[in-house]
């Protein structure tokens, strides 16, 4: 197992934006990097890293990342270095993103309606029976059985197919995977 430990990850730290997008660019083998810059730069977006110090490094260095929204669950980008890979890096960010999802308190203002009544809800993923449900929800190649493995290992399921989501990458079809977990709305 690696040894590793995560911190959060921000486009304001040294040279973190370049890591980042190399360690994309590297893992994917194209410019999956760009998307990452795009998502950083979004306020409600979060960035968390995976850093390894090895015997051999004197510094920390980035192995693994996720982006992602602790608001509406989010999870844009997940990406860990091939020499990590099958080592808890991926599963520890994915659980740390669903507990900042789980944590993270908000209220939606929704805009009077037609009738001149105002809506409000105070958790964007539902509220029923005093529960919330968090949900945390990622988009992935339709023919991309490991990471879809990976996923479902980790209590995903598998929600809907989006034809043409990835048109532009050749194969089309995403895969939406959920993660969900019901809490009091009440405080305990």
């Given at each position: 197992m690696a040894t590793f430990h995560l911190r959060p990850c921000s486009s304001e730290e040294d040279d973190m934006?370049?890591?980042i997008i190399d360690l994309a660019n590297a893992a994917f083998e194209d410019d999956t990097g760009d998307y990452c810059y795009a998502y950083m730069q979004k306020d409600c977006f979060e960035a968390v890293g995976a850093f390894s110090t090895g015997q051999d490094e004197v510094k920390e260095r980035l192995v693994g990342c996720a982006i992602y929204s602790p608001f509406d669950g989010n999870?844009?980008?997940?990406?860990v270095d091939q020499a990590y890979r099958r080592q808890g890096v991926g599963s520890a960010l994915v659980r740390h993103c669903q507990e900042r999802v789980c944590e993270t308190e908000f209220e939606l203002e929704f805009d009077s309606d037609s009738d001149?009544?105002?809506d409000s809800e105070s958790e964007s993923n539902g509220e029923s029976n005093g529960e919330i449900m968090k949900e945390v929800y990622v988009h992935t190649f339709e023919w991309r059985r490991e990471v879809r493995s990976f996923y479902e290992s980790l209590g995903f399921k598998a929600e809907c197919e989006i034809?043409?989501?990835?048109?532009?990458k050749g194969n089309g079809i995403a895969v939406?995977?959920?993660?969900?977990?019901?809490?009091?709305?009440?405080?305990?």
């Open positions: 934006m370049y890591k999870l844009a980008f997940l990406c001149g009544e105002s034809p043409d989501y990835y048109k532009e939406v995977y959920i993660w969900s977990q019901t809490k009091p709305s009440y405080p305990l």
